[in-house]
C-alpha cells in the first residue's frame, strides 16, 4: 500500500485521464479488436494462440480470485483514495488483475512475433504501461498486477511452443483440452461450497465468464474444422479491402452480439443464453463473415 500512497500523491487531472486511456489497452474489447484483425487480416494461427492464451489467462485469473478472495485497495485500506473513473470497471477481488493479465497476454505475444524494432519496442511498453496505470488508478496493488503479468507470460511459454509443431497441428487438441478447462471451471463456480462471505458479484462475474467462455471455445472449434477442412478463407488483400474486412466485420460482430441477446435471454436461463449468445458470435466471426472474403479480394484485384 505504501507504493500506492506514493502514486496517489503524484495524480494530477491531466495524468488521471492518460492513465484512464492506457488502462483501456487491457480490456476486453482491445482484445476482441485484435484477435478478429490477426484472424481476418494477417495470420489466423496467431489468431488461434492469441486466443488461447486470453482463454486459458482468464480461467486461471478467475479461479485465484474465488480462490484467494483479496479485497480493492480502497476496501482493505478505507483512508486510500482511487482515480473515480476507474471505479465502474474495478468491480469484484483485486488479486490477480485482470487488466495487466489481459495486456501482457495480448501485446507480449504479438512483440514476440513483430519484426519492427519501433513496433516490439511498443507492444513492450504497453506490457509496462498497462499494469502501471492499474496501480496509478488506484485499483490493484504490485502484486496484483505483477502476478497478472507473470500468469501472461506462463500462459505464452506454455502455449506458444504448441502452436509451433508441426505448423499448428495441435491448434484442434489445445482448443479442445481449453474447451475442457472452461467447463470444469463452470461446474467449479456452480458446484464448490464456497464460504458465505465470499463476494456474490465476483462469483457472478466468474459463472458469467465461464458460460462466455465455454460457448466461444465451442465455437472456435467449429470455425477451425470449418475452415480447414471446407472455407479456407484467404487473409491477405490489397489494404482498402482489409479495412472494409475488418471494419465491416467488426460492425457484424458487435451487432450480432446485441441482437442476439434479447431473444436468447427470453428462451433460455442467463447463463446458458450467454454461452449460446458467444458461440453464435464465433460462429459469425469464423465462418459467416470470412464466406465474403474471396468475393472481397477479387473486387480488391479487378
Known sequence: MQFLYFLENLRTPLMDSVMQLITELGSETIFLATVLLLFWCIDKQKAYLLMAVGFLGTVANQFLKLFCQIPRPWVRDPNFTIVESARAGATG???????????????????????????????????ILVPFSRMYLGVHTPADTLVGAAMALGCIAILKPL???QEGAYIPRILSVLACLGAAFLLYTKLFPFPENIDPANLASAQKNAYTLLGALCGMIVVYFVDKNYLHFPTKAVWYVQIVKFIMGLILVLTVKSVLKSPLDALLSPGFSRMVRYFLVVITAGTIWPMSFRYLTRLGND
Open 163 to 165: 502452436f509451433q509443431k
Open 93 to 127: 477481488y483485486s488479486f490477480p488483475s485482470g487488466h495487466s493479465q489481459n495486456a501482457v497476454g495480448t501485446f507480449a505475444t504479438l512483440a514476440g512475433s513483430a519484426s519492427n524494432r519501433f513496433v516490439k519496442g511498443l507492444f513492450i511498453a504497453i506490457c
